[in-house]
């Protein structure tokens, strides 16, 4: 927990400044107070008035900045000077505008400090963005609900059948049963957020990102056409009652599924023999390593729209989580030699 840096940095106020939901704003003691509580972004601030501790406190993005500098006459420029540095640290930001629509805003939460990228510009890329999930059972349903929430303005959702006992539990109810899984679930999606469009993606726009899930071996014929066509992919499956996120296929740039069965038939002759047996084959995984995973994929999904100078996770690699033991694993699996996804060719962020 630290002071911010003292220099005002030259960054213009909200129009309507409010605190980052989710933050706290607490007292440590007189003129002092505490914004957040994560030493990473949480701040101290010493040598506030009264007056502007309840200001702070007061920030709800009702007021533009204007009027509540214009009512604080005594200390207004260290009003400014405070506000100035909370939104230069991005736990001020732009209130959304109000609506008439009893519909709360798009759940980007505190994801703007840890992505350094600021909240309203993080709010839009999702809104514009268009993903599709790709799967029959209960983690495509978990998955598309959270990609729902988080405020992805567009989600594909490739699921055939219709829906049975064994898919009720992550977001279908019994009122779904024997609907085909498709419609149920962009029922369901629209449900969560109602601005979502589930319409099917076309050549012209398509998806940024295609979540694989359920599978355990991915479909080879639905990976191919993805590579095909350049498509970023994440498989998301639950092998054994331990949820598996990754690796993220960007094609031409990470390693791919295939370099990943390169590398285990070269620890496992019969490996090829196994996956055609298990190739889009889903297991009934427990609604607790259902929602455990679907949560990971999801951050990690959102690592894509948030680009940073760290490559997210799943890059070149699978985080394998266990919530009985309540471990997360990170395995690598760098681009195989013998791949000709060209990946190995490819310098890898360190
Ligand atoms: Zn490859």
Do not use: Y
Request: some cysteine.
């Amino acid at each position: 927990m630290s002071t911010p840096a003292i220099t005002t940095p030259a960054v213009p106020l909200p129009g309507h400044p409010v605190l980052l939901s989710g933050l706290d704003v607490l007292e440590r003691g007189p003129g002092e107070i505490q914004i957040g509580l994560d030493p990473r972004h949480g701040v101290v601030i010493t040598g506030l008035p009264g007056t502007l501790v309840d200001r702070l406190r007061r920030l709800d993005g009702r007021q533009t900045a204007d009027a509540i500098l214009l009512a604080e006459s005594e200390h207004r420029e260290q009003l400014r000077t405070v506000l100035t540095q909370l939104t230069a640290l991005g736990l001020v930001t732009e209130a959304e505008p109000a609506s008439h629509s009893p519909r709360r805003g798009v759940e980007t939460g505190l994801w703007s400090l840890r992505a350094r990228h600021h909240q309203t510009a993080l709010t839009e890329r999702r809104r514009t963005s268009a993903m599709a999930v790709l799967g029959d059972g209960r983690l495509a349903v978990a998955v598309a609900v959270l990609l729902a929430n988080a405020g992805i303005g567009h989600l594909d959702i490739r699921m055939s059948g219709t829906v049975t006992e064994q898919d009720l539990g992550s977001g279908f109810t019994e009122t779904e049963l024997g609907m085909p899984r498709r419609s149920a679930l962009a029922d369901v999606v629209r449900r969560a957020d109602p601005r979502t469009r589930t319409t099917r993606l076309t050549c012209r726009r398509g998806p940024e990102l295609v979540l694989l899930t359920d599978a355990v071996v991915p479909a080879p014929e639905v990976v191919d056409e993805l590579m095909t066509a350049g498509t970023p992919h994440l498989p998301v499956r639950v092998r054994d009652g331990t949820g598996i996120v990754g690796p993220l296929v960007v094609p031409g740039r990470t390693s791919c599924l295939r370099c990943a069965d390169l590398h285990r038939t070269d620890l496992e002759p019969c490996w090829p023999r196994i996956a055609s047996q298990l190739a889009g084959r889903d297991q009934h995984p427990d609604l607790g390593a259902v929602q455990c995973t679907a949560a990971l994929a999801v951050a990690q999904a959102m690592r894509l729209l948030s680009p940073s100078e760290t490559p997210p996770p799943v890059w070149n690699a699978t985080l394998e989580i266990d919530a009985f033991d309540g471990k997360v694993r990170r395995r690598t699996w760098v681009p195989h030699p013998r791949c000709p996804c060209g990946a190995v060719a490819v310098r890898q962020p360190a």
